[in-house]
């Protein structure tokens, strides 16, 4: 620690101030409210402006002492900032003593009137008196600024071979400041700093070893000469501390020095890092010094913990780090809680470098785990989450999940997030995966998020053989964990798909015993939880789906979960109130279809799905409030109302913008839109009840229907989640099924009947507009971007711009994002890239397509500002430039 750093300073100007303003001070602390204290120092401070006024060199000092006491209550002080200079010039101790103590106090390096002060430092730093060359250079290393560094770094330079020990001390410790504030002076450093690492003064040698330290972040030079010239004197003096005589001046809990131990080991971790002969100079030390001190004192931790650090920056050397490793270990064991935390702190950073040595410590680690200390309950849990692999995660896991249970609310979170994401990373198989995600269900699944149930059913739709063995165990978990939200929402989406094979006992494996459930038992289950008031909107609507599918699954129940569902059409919530009026139209007018309708889901590609939401983690989490979601490269999307998409299976490609639920409800479904995107041009933007139709393939309406009628069969614009895959539903609805649907069936007009087929529309054509040139937007030694332009005739204000990025370099680009920014009569609006990796050499391109409407168009044309940033070799980069060259009929 620096001996002259604010604390240590400020207790002394106290002592010194006490002795010269006791009457003040008395006044001041017998005031009883603070308007009486600030009379008190208004008249204190009359007295002392008059006094300066009067230029009263008698009673100076006693002035700025009480000037200093003032300014340490916090009230201003800058009148007497002259009367520091005019201290620091008087030729006596005492006088030169308060004004330094007033310029380290009252001054800091960005006053002006600092610089008055140079010459007379300069004249104290070569003066005869030791203790006022102490003074100059306590004062210097203080408030140094650039400008005095420079014009007093030559007095300092000399000063560090004076021959006073205090002075040389001083000199060092000021020298730190010279070469933070000017990196340039360095260099007229680094012969001095040898002579001072040879000293056998401990302060001088402490204050010598840290310039070493800083001369060698700041040059590279210096840490190459320090290494060649001192690596060895270094060891030396190390091994003569650590083997040195009780020295009761030095003696810290039976050490001799761990100041000078911690500050030894601090450079030849600076001098080993990157260097192998430097390693192998001081390999030795380090083991003697790892077993020789005693970790009974906080003396000794504090020197392992810096020779363990040591050890783990310098060169490979493995028995040293095990020793290191294993030293860690015990501080597991020790009951200071700082102790252990910094020990799982170091052991993170050594699980990079030898994996196998910290997991011979893994019971402990697990221990941490379950302490009682929440930080380092969190920082044994991050260090478990990096040590489990493949041979090793299914133990870890199952003491992880027994904690489970027992573990604090406050930490559940944090623990069932590791849970999952080690079930998903590591799992060997799928039962094993299936079992553990429904143990940590019912005990945590209010704390499980979205993305991760929706892979959990992702996995369960292509586990076929598993499809009745994870319903059977969902039905027991809900039984006793009926208030675990998303355990209800998992297993009412299973009930639903496959009520069958629970109520048949199909698909039954070895380890399972038969259990006995009705079909009304199962329809119970979905009931309870669509009355439970605790339930979201979200699990409800579920809840209504899985009902509307076991309504064709359980023909005898049908008349029952038609009555369930009719109860929610007196819902407040619109939501449930519309889907139930459209259930029961379906259960009750149309049996012949809704078989296919509430056919299985199909097997959903885990590939594609894994794909999409490593897209999706890239983005900002979609909020419930309808807010724009900050996406890459600019673009930006409408978050998703409450009820999200059931398996998040929505496609990641950008959509118009609409209101409407068609875009939405294409991606819910997973229905390929591909053959219209191809057609290369761009289609109206249809309505929800169009966009259905579509969907069900069963043509447009007639024109007697009218549009305007109410929406049987809509999805909700606010909230939406998938009946069923419809995949099928285009062979089930012939022409038969349509035939037998009349406009009278029902009162008002129903989109699943008496539709006839849609004439063929005319192939769409498209009027291109004006021609332009490719034109070169941005271009420098290592990147280009081309903008392809083009414009429809009907809108002339509106440009349409393809942005081509091409990389010069033969280096590869990642995580490239483009930005851009017009003035406010242009708007702009970017979708998303092609990628966010550019190949390098010209092997491959970026694209990226922006719209520009010029409300001003004819006027002003097309002006903006770019910013391109990307990932050289884990480097960020950033590249700006202004593109105003655009066709000026723009």
Same mark, same amino acid.
């Given at each position: ?110 006053? =002006? ?302 623990? *069932? ?79 639903? =798909? ?67 569902? *009719? ?234 711009? =393809? ?88």
């Amino acid at each position: 620690m620096n001996p002259f750093s604010s604390g240590t300073r400020l207790s002394w100007v106290r002592i010194k101030v006490l002795f010269h303003c006791r009457d003040m001070i008395r006044a001041i602390r017998a005031c009883k409210t603070a308007a009486e204290e600030r009379a008190v120092v208004r008249k204190e401070c009359a007295s002392i402006r008059a006094a300066v006024s009067d230029n009263d060199q008698d009673y100076r000092h006693r002035n700025l002492a009480k000037l200093m006491f003032i300014h340490m209550l916090g009230y201003p002080t800058h009148f007497g900032q002259m009367e520091c200079l005019k201290l620091i010039a008087a030729p006596g101790f005492p006088e030169k003593r308060i004004g330094y103590l007033g310029l380290m106090l009252l001054l800091d390096e960005r006053q =002006e009137v600092l610089m008055l002060v140079t010459n007379s430092l300069k004249q104290d730093l070569n003066h005869t008196n030791q203790y006022i060359v102490g003074l100059a250079l306590c004062a210097l290393g203080n408030i140094c600024s650039a400008e005095m560094a420079r014009d007093l770094a030559p007095e300092v330079e000399r000063l560090l071979q004076f021959r006073d020990p205090n002075v040389r001390k001083k000199a060092a410790l000021c020298s730190i400041r010279i070469v933070k504030k000017v990196p340039d002076l360095a260099e007229n450093f680094v012969n001095p700093v040898v002579s001072l690492l040879k000293e056998k003064h401990h302060g001088v040698l402490l204050t010598g070893i840290q310039l070493c330290i800083d001369l060698c972040k700041l040059s590279e030079e210096a840490l190459e000469y320090f290494r060649k010239k001192c690596t060895e004197g270094l060891v030396k003096v190390l091994k003569d501390v650590v083997n040195s005589p009780y020295a009761p001046e030095y003696d810290v809990g039976g050490i001799a020095d761990p100041f000078l131990h911690i500050r030894l080991l601090r450079l030849l971790r600076v001098l080993g890092h990157g260097d192998a002969d430097a390693s192998d100079c001081m390999n030795d030390i380090l083991a003697q010094v790892a077993t020789k001190t005693e970790s009974n004192k906080n003396a000794g931790n504090a020197i392992l913990y810096e020779c363990v650090e040591t050890i783990m920056s310098i060169e490979d050397n493995s028995g040293l780090r095990v020793l290191a490793i294993n030293i860690l270990g015990r501080f597991l064991s020790n009951r200071d809680n700082n102790i252990r935390y910094v020990a799982l702190n170091m052991l993170m950073k050594a699980v990079s470098v030898d994996d196998q040595a910290v997991q011979r410590h893994r019971v402990t680690i697990l221990e941490c785990v379950k302490d009682s200390d929440a930080s380092i309950r969190k920082r044994a849990l991050e260090l478990v989450y990096l040590l489990v692999n493949e041979s090793n995660v299914q133990p870890l896991t199952k003491e992880l999940i027994d904690y489970l249970q027992v573990s604090d609310q406050d930490f559940k979170e944090d623990l *069932t997030a590791k849970i999952c994401s080690i079930v998903e990373k590591l799992s060997p198989d799928k039962i094993w995966y299936i079992d553990q995600m429904l143990k940590v269900l019912p005990q945590a699944g209010n704390y499980v998020k979205d993305e991760v149930w929706h892979a959990l059913i992702v996995v369960i739709t292509n586990a076929s053989n598993l499809h009745g063995y994870t319903v059977r165990s969902l039905y027991k978990a809900i039984q006793t964990s009926g208030d675990q939200e998303t355990l209800v929402r998992v297993a009412v989406w299973c009930i639903g =798909e496959y009520g069958d094979m629970l109520v048949n006992n199909i698909g039954m494996l070895n380890v399972e015993e038969p259990i006995t459930v009705t079909e009304n038992d199962a329809v119970d289950v979905i009931q309870i939880a669509i009355k439970r008031h605790t339930l979201d909107l979200t699990t409800r609507a579920m809840c209504l789906i899985a009902l509307l599918k076991l309504s064709s699954r359980f023909p005898s129940c049908s008349q029952r979960i038609k009555d369930i569902i *009719t109860q929610s059409k007196g819902s407040l919530l619109l939501e449930l109130q519309q889907r139930s009026i459209e259930f029961d139209s379906i259960i009750e007018k149309h049996q012949n279809i809704r078989s296919a309708l509430v056919e299985r889901m199909p097997v959903l590609d885990e590939a594609t799905y894994s794909g999409r939401r490593a897209g999706s983690m890239r983005a900002t989490v979609s909020t419930s409030h309808g807010t724009a979601l900050n996406l890459p490269n600019g673009v930006a999307k409408t978050a998703a109302a409450p009820l999200v998409d059931l398996l998040d299976l929505g496609a990641e490609e950008p959509a118009a913008p609409s209101s409407s639920g068609g875009n939405f409800l294409q991606d819910l479904l997973d229905v390929d839109t591909s053959s219209s995107s191809q057609s290369g041009t761009t289609q109206p933007q249809k309505s929800g009840t169009d966009v259905l139709l579509d969907l069900l393939s069963i043509g447009s309406p007639s024109p007697q229907n009218g549009s305007s009628a109410p929406d049987i069969l809509s999805i909700s614009k606010d909230n939406r989640t998938s009946v069923s895959a419809l995949d099928s539903l285009s062979s089930a609805i012939g022409p038969s099924v349509q035939a037998s649907f009349t406009a009278g069936d029902a009162p008002m007009m129903d989109l699943l009947a008496g539709f006839g087929p849609s004439p063929p529309a005319p192939p769409p054509t498209e009027d291109n507009g004006p021609a332009y040139p490719p034109m070169v937007a941005f271009e420098s030694s290592s990147l280009r971007i081309m903008f392809n332009l083009s414009k429809q005739p009907v809108s002339p204000q509106v440009t349409h711009i =393809e942005a081509i990025f091409t990389n010069k370099s033969s280096d590869v680009y990642t995580d490239f994002i483009f930005q851009a920014a017009v003035p406010k009569f242009l708007q702009l609006h970017l979708e998303p890239a092609s990628g966010n990796t550019l190949p390098g050499s010209g092997n491959g391109s970026i694209t990226q397509k922006l719209q520009v409407t010029n409300t001003q168009h004819g006027k002003k044309s097309i002006v903006m500002r770019i910013r391109i940033s990307y990932k050289l070799k884990g480097k960020d980069m950033l590249e700006e430039g202004q593109i105003s060259n655009f066709p000026r009929d723009l």
